[in-house]
């Protein structure tokens, strides 16, 4: 199993530019998450997801929409990177919240907006 | 409003001492807390999960207390090994009943 893989690996765009980030699990987990990372601030969530084709969001959604149109992909899109974006993006599945929450996460996504 | 607060000093501490790790929290009642473990361009590992009637949970090396009282959890790694350095996140749900809330994480150095 490969787990959770998020494409691409990195990434530079410029200010206005739009992009998709892309997670995947094989564990058939019916949670994913998408978090982003930035020094001093810690994980942060910015949408998650409890089922194909739901979407919640998280602490910090604005600039970003997300898709779960198959259960084991969800998709993270900027629609006009900002500045503001750069940080380095984590995609996490579980099988369910709660008390079953473990999260596993993938290795991460690091993006640059100059 | 609910926060989450981890250590932001790194602990630096010799191999075979036990090192302590801690996670408060604020104006919430959780029923569940998480430990995870991130290293450097890495994304974070789930270690261990306590519930709020468990007073204590252990793995291995690993111990993690939970007072509901204190609002606190309590990471103890024994007899620690270099291999051990990394950056300790706790987790917790404040908001969803789904998503996890993490802290900022404390950072690990265990020198030989």
């Known amino acids: 199993n490969a787990g959770v893989t998020q494409t691409p690996k990195f990434r530079v765009l410029k200010t206005g530019q739009s992009m998709t980030l892309l997670c995947a699990q094989d564990m058939n987990h019916e949670y994913m998450y998408w978090y982003r990372q930035d020094p001093g601030m810690g994980l942060r969530l910015i949408h998650y997801?409890?089922?194909?084709?739901?979407?919640a969001k998280g602490e910090v959604p604005d600039g970003y929409n997300v898709s779960r149109l198959k259960k084991q992909n969800f998709l993270l899109g900027l629609e006009s990177a900002a500045p503001s974006q750069t940080s380095v993006y984590f995609c996490?599945?579980?099988?369910?919240?709660?008390?079953?929450?473990?999260?596993?996460f993938g290795p991460g996504t690091r993006l640059t907006v100059l | 409003s609910q926060k989450i607060e981890q250590n932001s000093e790194a602990l630096n501490i010799q191999e075979g001492k036990t090192a302590t790790l801690t996670c408060n929290y604020t104006?919430?009642?959780?029923?569940?807390l998480q430990w995870y473990r991130q290293d450097p361009g890495r994304g974070p590992v789930f270690l261990l999960l306590?519930?709020?009637?468990?007073k204590e949970k252990r793995k291995e090396r690993l111990k993690v207390t939970f007072d509901t009282t204190l609002k606190q959890s309590l990471f103890h790694i024994t007899a620690s090994q270099p291999a051990d350095s990394a950056t300790y996140l706790c987790?917790?749900?404040?908001?969803?009943?789904?998503?996890?809330?993490f802290g900022k994480g404390t950072s690990l150095l265990v020198t030989p």
């Open positions: 997801s409890v089922g194909e084709g739901t979407t």
């Open positions: 996490a599945s579980s099988l369910a919240g709660g008390l079953s929450g473990e999260q596993f």
């Open positions: 104006n919430y009642s959780p029923a569940y």
């Open positions: 987790a917790l749900d404040l908001t969803s009943g789904y998503a996890l809330n």
């Open positions: 306590i519930r709020e009637n468990e």
